[in-house]
Every structure is written in C-alpha cells, then in structure tokens.
C-alpha cells in the first residue's frame, strides 16, 4: 500500500480520537497528547515533563518509518530508533495494520486484528468499565487484610496501641513485605527484558532504568598468594585471621570469645508464626462484605474510590490546557 494512502488513513484515525485521548511511547512510556492535526505535520504534547512541552511530528519522519517497517518482515526493531523518535511508532500504532510489540521491540505490519499505543481515555472510560477481579496473590491477601487493620486502628501513636493490635500490624508487614519482594522480582524478572540501552522507562508512578551490578569472589586462595607473589608482593602482607580457624583455637583454650571479638548486642522483633486460619477467616469476612454491599452504601462506595482515584490523577499526571483539534491548515 502506498504511503500517501497509509498516511491519510492514519490522520482520520486521529480524528477520530475522542478528547483527552491519551497515548504511551514504546520504549521510554512518556504519555502524550494529540493537540493538533495537519496535512504535514502531527503536533503532540508530552503529559510527564516538568514543564509544558509541545512537539511537531513530521510527515517525511513518519514515512521514513513507515519503509522501514514495510521493508522488515519480521518487524522494525524500535531500539534501532533515536531516543527523540520515540512518539512516532505510538502514533503509527493507531494504523489499523501496525503494531507494536513491547516484549519483542518492534513495530510490524500486520493484516489481522491490532492493538494500539493509546491508553484508554477519559471519555471512553465508562464503556469499557468492567467488574474488578481479584488476583490470585498472596500479597494482594495479606495487603486488603493490613489495610482493615490500618482503617481499625489510630496508628498515629503506636505507644496507645494494644500490644495484640501491634502484633497484628507486625505479622501483616511482615507478610506483605515477603511476599511484595517476591512478587517484585517477578516483575523485575519481565521488565528486564523491555529495557533497553539503560535509559530510564517513566510511568505515573515513577521510573526504573537497567543497571549493571559487579560481584566480586576470590579466585582460589593458593592461585592468588602465587599470583601475588610473582607480582612482588610477600604472602604475609594479605594473609587475615581466618574467623574459622580463631573459633577452632577458642574451642582448645582458656581464651573466651571477648578475648578475641568485639562483641555487641542488639535486640529486634522477629515474627514467630502466622495462624493462617484466622487470617483467611478475616479476609473472606471482608470478601463478604464488600460483595454484599448494596445500595447507598455501595454509591457512597464507588463515590469514594472515585474520588481516590481523581486525587492520584491529580498528584501523578500533569495537567495541561491543550485541547484536542481537528485537521487545520495554518500552524499549531
């Protein structure tokens, strides 16, 4: 298919974007608008900088992509992109025969059915509303059960708190914080392979970049002295007092262990054990309740969590006084 054909049919799906739509770049997921549609140019609008950003979008850039993608069979690899061309794939994903593919880097040209960069907006929220689900996680468990406690206890001085309530909080902390790594390295595991070039990956909620981390272990201890040795240095300059080998002469003398150590103690909490079943008693109480809720209560429900969620919408995304407009002629 030509590209002045793809190209037309790309801006009419731009039109055709409901107000506040909002899409997400491939590879360094910065949100943006579109603020302006032109026959040669494409204005967009970052949503994630520190202050009001706007840029044009050029027609001949998006064709040089469009060849490259056409040209690949297997897909354009989108690190092959500059840093500042990250919008451009996103904005092509609203073509119905492109598609980006985060797990493998690419954008590729498809005949079938396609998804698209553009995060669901504002306007179509409503049609898409589905029920909640509740995931199979241990940690999601453990967390709805600390926030019941959190909601039953002032927690403002734990010192006027019931040694039974701390006791609670602490066994729940404890649980969610297990099971929250867990999980964490399950998701790291998945992400490690989505970042690229270690450059930062932004969300609403804050940012993660690949890092490199070097270890260091000891080639065997005779291979080292010799190699040591050969370089000038006298073996008895690196040989320590192998902690081993003091506890084995402690053990055969009259010597005591503040002889040899500096010995200081500290005290802390551990947890000892979880009555799981009255843990899985609770949550499902809680399970029951919040699926019984009917009526008023269940409006005042959804009101509140709502509300919760304007108010993360205002402290996480910025707000800019950009509209959405139609294809025009003249300039942004």
């Keep these: 298919m030509p590209f002045g054909v793809s190209w037309n049919t790309l801006l009419d799906e731009l039109d055709d974007l409901p107000d506040g739509a909002t899409l997400i770049t491939p590879m360094s997921h910065d949100r943006f608008r579109i603020s302006d549609v032109q026959e040669h140019r494409i204005i967009v609008e970052f949503l994630d900088r520190d202050v009001d950003e706007t840029r044009p979008l050029q027609r001949d850039q998006f064709e040089t992509l469009y060849r490259r993608i056409v040209d690949e069979q297997d897909g354009f690899e989108l690190d092959r992109l500059p840093p500042d061309a990250d919008p451009y794939p996103a904005v092509w994903s609203l073509h119905p025969r492109f598609e980006i593919n985060e797990d493998k880097g690419i954008i590729i040209e498809t005949e079938g059915p396609t998804t698209s960069q553009l995060l669901e ?64 390295k399950d998701v790291a595991d998945v992400l490690l392979n989505r970042l690229h070039h270690d450059r930062p990956v932004s969300s609403p909620f804050g940012s993660v970049q690949r890092t490199t981390r070097r270890n260091r272990s000891l080639k065997d201890e005779d291979e080292v002295l010799a ?6 240095i006298d073996r008895e300059r690196i040989m320590g007092v192998d902690r081993d080998k003091v506890d084995d002469a402690l053990d055969v003398t009259e010597l005591s262990e503040s002889d040899v150590y500096e010995v200081t103690e500290s005290e802390y909490v551990r947890k000892a054990e979880v009555d799981e079943e009255r843990k899985e008693t609770r949550l499902q109480g809680l399970k029951d309740q919040l699926a019984a809720t009917e009526g008023e209560e269940a409006q005042e429900l959804r009101q509140e969590i709502e509300q919760l969620e304007d108010r993360i919408e205002e402290l996480t995304e910025f707000k800019s006084g950009a509209s959405f407009h139609t294809r025009a002629g003249g300039g942004p």
């Design 227 to 232: 190699t040591l040795e050969e370089a000038g």
């Design 121 to 184: 907006s504002e306007a179509g929220s409503e049609a898409h509303d589905e029920e909640r689900t509740e995931p199979d996680l241990e940690v999601y468990a453990d967390a709805l059960l600390l926030v019941d406690a959190l909601e039953r206890h002032d927690v403002d001085i734990f010192e006027d708190m019931e040694t039974s309530a701390l006791v609670n909080l602490y066994t729940l902390l404890s649980d969610v914080q297990r099971n929250a790594n867990d999980l964490r």
